[in-house]
Nanobody, 116 residues
């Protein structure tokens, strides 16, 4: 079955950086676009970034553009999200997701907390 396991979150000071990872299994990773979403307390889940199957096309949320980088390693079935210049408003649970056969699969999420 499809599994997505995120890691790399934590507590970081404003201006700091984190690199999130999502390891996928249960499907042919290299054939699918992958996305990262985040959900802050009391807010709806929002798209942060997406990357196509071989990384030919990448999209970023305008609110975070210039402060994050999405990448993937198809040999490792892993998608990454580099977060830089973090702000307290970036505090959220970050999820990776894949849509396969019209079904969206989600990981359990990794908590990112930006605070001094």
């Amino acid at each position: 079955q499809v599994q997505l396991v995120e890691s790399g979150g934590g507590l970081v000071q404003p201006g700091g950086s984190l690199r999130l990872s999502c390891v996928a299994s249960g499907f042919t990773f290299s054939r699918y676009s992958m996305s990262w979403y985040r959900q802050a307390p009391g807010k709806e889940r929002e798209l942060v970034a997406s990357i196509t199957s071989i990384g030919a096309s990448i999209n970023y949320a305008s609110s975070m553009k210039g402060r994050l980088t999405i990448s993937r390693d198809n040999a490792k079935n892993t998608v990454y999200l580099q977060l830089d210049s973090l702000e307290p408003e970036d505090t959220a649970v970050y999820y990776c997701t894949v849509r396969r056969n019209s079904i969206a699969y989600w990981g359990q999420g990794t908590q990112v907390t930006v605070s001094s």
